[in-house]
């Protein structure tokens, strides 16, 4: 176990909605990664978060937005959800600031169909 | 930015034998090369990870290696078992980055 928890395991919503993902990282881990993985691919970069603040970004649009909280817990929120929406998304905490070099910890994932 | 590639797609061993996973990159800034194991119904895990200034690193059964100058790296996994049996990702990030390239990952399957 990694000590990484995400919530909820799996969510069903329809195009246009708006999700909300939840991440529980380590105690101590200041920062908080989010990924989403397709069927069949890897994980890709959605955005970082360290100390509550967005630390960098993927090529994601704006509709990908987050949140990250002092109890080590975050957020990830997809508005206006379309399609290709529909994926894994996974979560992972490190210690330190250069989360990429250290030790990632993934959570088990969410896993999201977008009807 | 960066592109890694990864093969085999899907690779079938016995019980015993190894298995070599391999990927190559394009951005000659990368420097840190992680491998993760993603065993059904959870998130990937790192099984071993090595860094630019070295050429192998061997943690057990698992063995990295990389060239630099041909920009890939593999993994060996010997005497493999059916617990090793899961979807195996390699990434590469590069020096200036935080931000993990991930290959599209190889289902290895282990025959007991």
């Known amino acids: 176990e990694t000590g990484v928890t995400q919530s909820p395991t799996h969510l069903i919503k329809t195009r246009g909605q708006q999700v909300t993902l939840r991440c529980s990282s380590q105690?101590?881990?200041?920062?908080v990664s989010w990924y989403q993985q397709a069927l069949g691919q890897g994980p890709q970069f959605i955005f970082q978060?360290?100390?509550?603040?967005?630390?960098g970004r993927g090529n994601f649009p704006p509709r990908f937005s987050g949140l990250q909280f002092p109890n080590y817990s975050s957020e990830l929120n997809v508005n206006a959800l379309e399609l290709d929406d529909s994926a894994l998304y996974l979560c992972?905490?490190?210690?330190?600031?250069?989360?990429?070099?250290?030790?990632?910890?993934f959570g088990p994932g969410t896993r999201l169909l977008v009807l | 930015g960066e592109n890694v590639e990864q093969h085999p797609s899907t690779l079938s061993v016995q019980e015993g034998d190894s298995a070599v996973i391999k990927c190559t990159y394009s951005?000659?800034?990368?420097?840190?090369f992680p491998w993760y194991k993603q065993e059904l119904g959870k998130g990937p895990q790192l099984i071993i990870d090595?860094?630019?200034?070295?050429g192998e690193k061997k943690d057990q059964r698992i063995a990295v290696t990389l060239n630099k100058t041909a920009k890939h790296f593999s993994l060996h996994i010997t005497e493999t078992q059916p617990e090793d049996s899961a979807v195996y990702f390699c990434?590469?990030?590069?020096?200036?980055?935080?931000?993990?390239?991930f290959g599209r990952g190889t289902s290895l399957i282990v025959h007991p």
């Open positions: 992972a905490s490190t210690q330190g600031t250069s989360g990429g070099q250290e030790t990632q910890y």
């Open positions: 105690s101590g881990h200041n920062t």
């Open positions: 978060y360290y100390r509550e603040e967005e630390n």
């Open positions: 951005d000659s800034a990368s420097n840190y």
């Open positions: 090595i860094r630019s200034n070295v």
């Open positions: 990434a590469a990030i590069s020096g200036g980055s935080y931000i993990p390239t």
